[in-house]
């Protein structure tokens, strides 16, 4: 019987237009976890580049890692910056 490898599953893979990054957030948003919506930004701020981004924001690298990983409360300030370094806005309608 012959083994069969499995890969790890990565979402940055699948975070590769506009499109995707939209409905993925709008995915994580609708379910109210805000843990989840940090580790969301964290996956599309490395699926365009963790240096970018963490010059954009004028934050060091490993900074936003740890801002941006699981159980991580960054200020609403940090989350700001990186989603309009990523080219997102935020907004609220009724």
């Given at each position: 019987?012959?083994?069969?490898?499995?890969?790890?599953?990565?979402?940055?893979?699948y975070l590769d237009s506009?499109?995707?990054?939209?409905?993925?957030?709008?995915?994580?948003?609708?379910?109210?976890?805000?843990?989840?919506?940090?580790?969301?930004?964290?996956?599309?701020?490395?699926?365009?580049?963790?240096?970018?981004i963490a010059q954009k924001?004028?934050?060091?690298?490993?900074?936003?890692?740890?801002?941006?990983?699981?159980?991580?409360?960054?200020?609403?300030?940090?989350?700001?910056?990186?989603?309009?370094?990523?080219?997102?806005?935020?907004?609220?309608?009724?």
């Amino acid at each position: 019987m012959s083994k069969i490898e499995v890969k790890p599953f990565d979402i940055t893979e699948y975070l590769d237009s506009e499109e995707a990054i939209s409905e993925y957030l709008s995915q994580v948003l609708a379910n109210g976890d805000s843990d989840e919506f940090i580790r969301a930004i964290g996956h599309i701020a490395r699926a365009r580049s963790m240096t970018d981004i963490a010059q954009k924001t004028g934050l060091g690298r490993e900074n936003l890692y740890n801002a941006l990983k699981s159980g991580s409360k960054p200020r609403f300030e940090t989350v700001a910056k990186v989603i309009y370094a990523l080219g997102l806005n935020i907004s609220i309608t009724p």
